[in-house]
T-cell receptor, first 112, second 113 residues
Framework: NAGVTQTPKFRILKIGQSMTLQCAQD?????MYWYRQDPGMGLKLIYY???????DKGEVPNGYNVSRSTTEDFPLRLELAAPSQTSVYFC???????????FGEGSWLTVV | GESVGLHLPTLSVQEGDNSIINCAYS??????FIWYKQESGKGPQFIID?????DKRQGQRVTVLLNKTVKHLSLQIAATQPGDSAVYFC????????????FGTGTSLTVIP
């Protein structure tokens, strides 16, 4: 199993551009998550999904959108990128609520 | 311990010594805790977990202790090795928030050869 796979690893965006961070998991997990990690701060939940076709906002959803058309994939869309979205983004998955969360390797995004 | 801000708590230990990393949580209703290790440039990696009905859990070279009275969690690493150098942070699950995980800021461990 590859676990949780994220692409791209690094990306530089200009202010106002849009992009999609891709995430896929091959563990047949129901739950998937997107977190952002800023220097010296704990992981903050952006969006999560409890299954295909179901998504919900986390703690910091503004400026982002997600979709979950399949169990395996959970892309994160940034519309109109802003410097405040410069961060490291982690996709994660778990079997269910209250189960261990497994993380991808991260996507480093810089908005200039 | 855990803190909010730009500077992580740091811990430096000699190779071969034992390391203790601490974490405080705020609500006694939190019932599941995980320790993660995050190496530079990588994603968080599961180390060990513990549920609130336990006080102690042991893995390979790692032990997690849970003190529910003072809402404190610790990670003990035995015979620390250079490969243990990383940021360690705890995560708690909050049942009253839809079983979402909340993550501490972490402690940076440096192992001196």
């Amino acid at each position: 199993n590859a676990g949780v796979t994220q692409t791209p690893k690094f990306r530089i965006l200009k202010i106002g551009q849009s992009m999609t961070l891709q995430c896929a998991q091959d563990m047949n997990h129901n739950y998937m998550y997107w977190y952002r990690q800023d220097p010296g701060m704990g992981l903050k939940l952006i969006y999560y999904s409890v299954g295909a076709g179901i998504t919900d906002k986390g703690e910091v959803p503004n400026g982002y959108n997600v979709s979950r058309s399949t169990t395996e994939d959970f892309p994160l869309r940034l519309e109109l990128a802003a410097p405040s979205q410069t961060s490291v983004y982690f996709c994660a998955s778990s079997y269910g609520s209250g189960n261990t969360i497994y993380f991808g390797e991260g996507s480093w995004l810089t908005v200039v | 311990g855990e803190s909010v801000g730009l500077h992580l708590p740091t811990l430096s230990v000699q190779e071969g010594d034992n390391s203790i990393i601490n974490c405080a949580y705020s609500n006694s209703a939190s019932d599941y805790f995980i320790w993660y290790k995050q190496e530079s440039g990588k994603g968080p990696q599961f180390i060990i977990d513990i549920r609130s009905n336990m006080d102690k859990r042991q893995g390979q070279r790692v032990t997690v202790l849970l003190n529910k009275t003072v809402k404190h969690l610790s990670l003990q690493i035995a015979a620390t090795q250079p490969g243990d150098s990383a940021v360690y942070f705890c995560a708690e699950i909050r049942p009253w928030s839809g079983n979402q995980f909340y993550f501490g800021t972490g402690t940076s461990l440096t192992v001196i050869p």
